[in-house]
C-alpha cells in the first residue's frame, strides 16, 4: 500500500463535525496538497489550498480559514513570512498554523517558531498524527476563543465599575468639598492611595466668624473609607453652619458611627477651631499621630498627642471631648497630618517616620516655609514607589489665622 493510500486509510472520520471547519493548506507540492487535501476532506473540513507562501496570505485574507497547514519553502514567498503575515493580521484571533517540514534541524524548526508557528507535521504525513494534531490545535483554539470572550466580558465589566466609581468619586468630592476652600491660613496636601481618598479634609466658616476644620483618617482606604466619610462630612458642615463648637461636634459624628460602622472600622481625626479677631485655636485629637506646634524660628515648640478616642469606637460621650487651646501668637504654625504620611514608605520598603519629619524642625526653616518643605522631603523619599496610604498634611499659618476667622460668607 502506497504513503499517500496508508495516511488516507489511517485517518479517523471521528474528526467530521469539527469545529475546524475550514482549513487552509499551503504548499508548493501539488502531490501534498492533493493527500493533505483528501484526509482533510475525509475528516468533513472545507479545505482551501494555495500554492505558494503570497497566494496563502491573500486566500487567507479572503477565506478567513480556521486553521493553516503551511510548507516552509515556497516561491513568490517562503512560509516563514506567510506566517508572519498571518499572524499579525489575526492579532488577538487565534489561528494555528502548523509547519509542514521535512526538515529535521533545531535552527529551522526555530525559525519555524519564531515566525509564528504552533507545530509542526512531517512529511510523509502519517492519517493518524495529522488528525491528533488537529484535534489538539482545535481544543487549544477553543479554549483561547473562550479566554477572549470572558477576557472582554471582564474588561466590559470593569468598564462599567470604573465608570460608576468614577462618578461616585466626583460626587464623594462635591460633598466633601463643598465647605470653605479659599482660607489663605491653611494649606494642605492629600494624595489617595487609590481613586477615593480614606482621609477626609473638610472646613467650613461658623455664623459669627472663625473656622472650623477636620481631618479624618478612616480605618482601610478607598470606596469604603470613602462612604463612611459622607456622613461625617454632612454632620460637620450642618453643625458647624449652627455656630457648634468642635467638642459638640466629634460627639455627634462618634455617635453617628458607632451606629453606622461594623465592628473594627473607626476614624482617627482632629478637629481645630479658630475663632474672630483671636490668634488662638482649640484643638481636639482623637488617634491621629501628634500635632506639632512650631514657632516663627522654625523649631518645635509643643506636640500636642492625642487626648480622645478615634471615632466610632466607644459610645461613651465623656470619653470624646478633650480639648486643647493653642496660641499661635508670634507667628507660630501648626502642622497636622494622617499616618500615612510618616508612614510612607520608598521604593526599599524603608518608612518616612516621625523621626525624619522632626529633623525638618531644626531652625535652618522658618515657619512659613516648612509645609512646602515637609511636602518636598516626602516626595523625595517615596520617589517612584507605589503609594501604601492614603497621605494629608494640613499646615496652619497662626499670622493669618484672625483674619481669616473674621471673613464671614
Given at each position: ?121 512531517n512529511k510523509p504525513y502519517n492519517g493518524v498524527v495529522l488528525q491528533a494534531k488537529i484535534g489538539a490545535m482545535e481544543r487549544i ?184 487651646s493653642i496660641d499661635l501668637a508670634d507667628n507660630a504654625h501648626v502642622f497636622i497630618y494622617s499616618d500615612g504620611l510618616i508612614e510612607a514608605q520608598n521604593s526599599r520598603d524603608e518608612m ?58
Amino acid at each position: 500500500m502506497t504513503e499517500c493510500a496508508e495516511a488516507l486509510v489511517s485517518f479517523d472520520t471521528s474528526l467530521a463535525g469539527s469545529h475546524l471547519s475550514k482549513i487552509l493548506i499551503a504548499d508548493d507540492d501539488k502531490v501534498n496538497c492533493m493527500i493533505l487535501k483528501a484526509l482533510l476532506s475525509k475528516g468533513g473540513h472545507e479545505v482551501v489550498v494555495a500554492y505558494d507562501g503570497a497566494q496563502a496570505v491573500r486566500l487567507f485574507y479572503d477565506e478567513r480559514p480556521d486553521m493553516v497547514l503551511m510548507d516552509v519553502m515556497m516561491p513568490v514567498m517562503d512560509g516563514y513570512q506567510a506566517a508572519r503575515e498571518i499572524k499579525a493580521f489575526c492579532k488577538d484571533e487565534f489561528v494555528p498554523i502548523i509547519f509542514l517540514t521535512a526538515m529535521r534541524d533545531e535552527d529551522a524548526l526555530t525559525r519555524c517558531i519564531e515566525s509564528g508557528g504552533d507545530d509542526f507535521l512531517n512529511k510523509p504525513y502519517n492519517g493518524v498524527v495529522l488528525q491528533a494534531k488537529i484535534g489538539a490545535m482545535e481544543r487549544i483554539r477553543k479554549l483561547y476563543s473562550t479566554m477572549r470572550d470572558q477576557k472582554a466580558k471582564v474588561e466590559l465589566y470593569q468598564s462599567e465599575v470604573q465608570r460608576e466609581m468614577e462618578l461616585a468619586s466626583r460626587i464623594f468630592e462635591k460633598i466633601t468639598s463643598s465647605g470653605a476652600t479659599d482660607l489663605s491660613c491653611i494649606k494642605s496636601y492629600s494624595t489617595p492611595m487609590s481613586l477615593f481618598n480614606g482621609d477626609i479634609l473638610i472646613m467650613a466658616r461658623k455664623p459669627c466668624g472663625g473656622i472650623n476644620l477636620m481631618l479624618g483618617d478612616f480605618t482601610g482606604h478607598g470606596l469604603p473609607a470613602a462612604l463612611c466619610a459622607m456622613p461625617t462630612a454632612d454632620i460637620f458642615y450642618a453643625m458647624t453652619a449652627k455656630g457648634c463648637s468642635i467638642c459638640e461636634i466629634s460627639k455627634e459624628i462618634n455617635r453617628k458611627l458607632n451606629n453606622v460602622l461594623p465592628t473594627g472600622l473607626f476614624c482617627a481625626a482632629c478637629l481645630v477651631e479658630t475663632f474672630p479677631g483671636r490668634q488662638s485655636i482649640n484643638v481636639w485629637n482623637g488617634g491621629l499621630p501628634e500635632i506639632l506646634v512650631v514657632n516663627r524660628e522654625g523649631t518645635l515648640a509643643k506636640r500636642i498627642l492625642s487626648s480622645n478616642m478615634p471615632l466610632g469606637i466607644i459610645d461613651d460621650e465623656s470619653a470624646v471631648c478633650r480639648v486643647e487651646s493653642i496660641d499661635l501668637a508670634d507667628n507660630a504654625h501648626v502642622f497636622i497630618y494622617s499616618d500615612g504620611l510618616i508612614e510612607a514608605q520608598n521604593s526599599r520598603d524603608e518608612m518616612y517616620k516621625q523621626s525624619r519629619l522632626d529633623r525638618l524642625f531644626d531652625g535652618s526653616t522658618r515657619a512659613e516655609a516648612l509645609y512646602e518643605k515637609i511636602v518636598e522631603d516626602v516626595r523625595l523619599f517615596r520617589g517612584k514607589a507605589a503609594q501604601n496610604d492614603d497621605m494629608t498634611l494640613v499646615g496652619i499659618d497662626g499670622n493669618l489665622v484672625s483674619s481669616d476667622s473674621l471673613l464671614e460668607h
